[in-house]
């Protein structure tokens, strides 16, 4: 019991409350940041003149054995209130009683800040190399699919003939804002708690600046008070989490219908689909389903941990520990929705006909149809309204819009000659829309290499991201004079 004193009440705590109050359990999870905060921080101790260097070479050497053991799934940590304190007497039972020089100038709350950027950061790493292959497979799925055609849904209604590829440019297009929300997230992750100690700063002769140096941040905090009880990285990265997944889940749900006999737009992939134990015929699409859940769970922990932050006075609080569920589940159903989404998306077939067969039974080229005659100088709404009377004369027929003839459309507007419905066939109303963003042939090829950008810029900067090994590599090895 480390963190206790005759102050506190002794040794003495009653071990239900310690099983109560104890992180461990969760935090266990975050013993590679733990370790690595802990070399930087001696590194910076050593080379302050606050530790000897026979002390912080039998401590450095202690750390890295207990990472060592840890990577060979050998480490076993004594019951303490969190990882901080298990490495800590785990240190002490290798290297003896100078593991207690190591707390030098340091707290917990400085600590678990530091812990949490580290792990956040690693984590931003990892989502990014996932959005990177999703978007990569969005725009090759994309440019085979640019001579697909389906509807444009709005209200669930169909709505304009589109392509699948600039469906699929949709998707890639909310993802690449991921990309960006990540990025936002890393810069603010990017700042050194890691010296604010309990709430003031500390007395002793520390260098900051060494240790931000040392983990590859690129600023220090300019206030300890503030550094000890800010989580609004964990905020910032619950919500970028929330608000991706959210996206996922929206595609999700676009398959669910599309699976659907009523859309029988797709067929899945027999390696994807999923059977019922009691319908034989079942062909069920519970990936998408289990994409469009998790997104719920994520707000969920973005909605709990605000809740936590609001009634904080300033300064360090234990409430925070709380933070720790949420955000260690957050992070991998990210990367697991993102690899399912991955997994999944290649393995649903388009049904070209269907698709297309949605479109000819319909009316959604009325939109072009008045665009043809504006085209003529005919006023919009003048347009509007005469196609809007051809599709009601059409309903009552029972044909779709393709076979309206020239007699029943003229008799409502002279300009809805031969020519005009000449131009209803679907694809060539997908391929007239070349504005900018459009589904256009031309606008679409645009967007799949706006695409291809955004997965290769994402690759980069994940790759940009500064890793625990590698910082584990360096600092094992860092000059401690
Ligand atoms: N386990 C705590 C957390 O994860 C860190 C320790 C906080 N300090 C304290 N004096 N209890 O937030």
């Not at 060494?210 to 609004?232: E, Q």
Request: with cysteine.
């Amino acid at each position: 019991m480390i963190a206790r004193t005759d102050a506190t009440g002794g040794p003495g705590l009653l071990p239900e409350i310690l099983e109560f109050t104890s992180s461990l359990t969760l935090d266990r999870a975050l013993l590679r940041e733990d370790v690595v905060g802990s070399l930087a921080h001696l590194v910076m101790l050593a080379r302050q003149g606050l530790l000897c260097a026979e002390d912080s070479r039998t401590l450095r050497a202690g750390l890295v054995a207990l990472w060592e053991a840890d990577s060979r799934g050998e480490l076993h940590l004594p019951p303490e209130e969190d990882i901080h304190l298990a490495v800590e007497a785990a240190l002490t039972t290798r290297v003896g009683e100078v593991a207690g020089r190591l707390h030098t100038a340091r707290s917990r709350n400085d600590q678990v800040a530091l812990d949490l950027r580290l792990h956040v950061r690693e984590m931003i790493a990892l989502v990014l190399g996932h959005l990177a292959s999703l978007l990569e497979l969005l725009a090759a799925r994309a440019e085979a699919e640019q001579g697909t055609i389906l509807p444009a849904y709005t209200h669930r209604q169909r709505a304009q003939p589109i392509s699948l590829a600039f469906l699929l440019c949709a998707y890639g297009a909310m993802f690449t804002r991921d990309v960006d929300a990540l990025r936002f997230v890393l810069s603010q992750v990017d700042v050194n708690p890691l010296g604010s100690g309990a709430i003031a700063g500390t007395s002793l002769p520390i260098d900051r600046e060494l240790t931000r140096a040392l983990l590859h941040f690129s600023a220090v905090n300019p206030n300890a008070l503030d550094a000890v009880g800010d989580r609004d990285f964990v905020l910032d990265f619950q919500y970028a989490a929330a608000r991706s997944l959210t996206h996922a889940s929206r595609v999700a749900a676009d398959f669910i219908d599309f699976a659907s006999s009523e859309f029988g737009f797709v067929k899945l992939d027999g390696a994807l689909a999923c059977g019922s134990s009691m319908m034989p015929h079942k062909r069920n699409p519970d990936v998408f389903e289990l994409i469009r859940a998790r997104s719920a769970r994520a707000v969920g922990n973005l909605m709990s941990h605000f809740q936590a932050l609001k009634g904080l006075p300033s300064g360090y609080h234990r409430d925070l520990q709380e933070d720790r569920a949420g955000l260690l589940q957050t992070g991998p159903w990210w990367c697991s929705v993102l690899s399912a989404l991955t997994t999944a998306l290649p393995r649903v077939t388009f049904d070209r006909e269907r698709c297309l067969a949605a479109l000819h039974c319909d009316y959604t080229q009325a939109t072009d149809l008045a665009e043809t005659l504006v085209q003529r100088g005919v006023p919009f709404r003048v347009a509007h309204q005469a196609v809007g009377t051809l599709v009601h004369r059409c309903q009552e027929a029972g044909i779709p819009l393709a076979r309206a003839t020239p007699e029943l459309a003229q008799g409502i507007h002279p300009d809805l000659d031969l020519a005009a419905l000449g131009t209803l066939d679907p694809l060539a109303c997908v391929r007239r829309k070349e504005s900018a963003g459009g589904t256009g042939p031309r606008s679409v090829s645009l967007q799949i290499v706006a695409l291809r950008k955004s997965a290769a810029s994402a690759a980069l900067t994940a790759r940009g991201v500064p890793r625990l090994q590698t910082l584990f590599d360096e600092l094992r090895e860092a000059p401690l004079r």
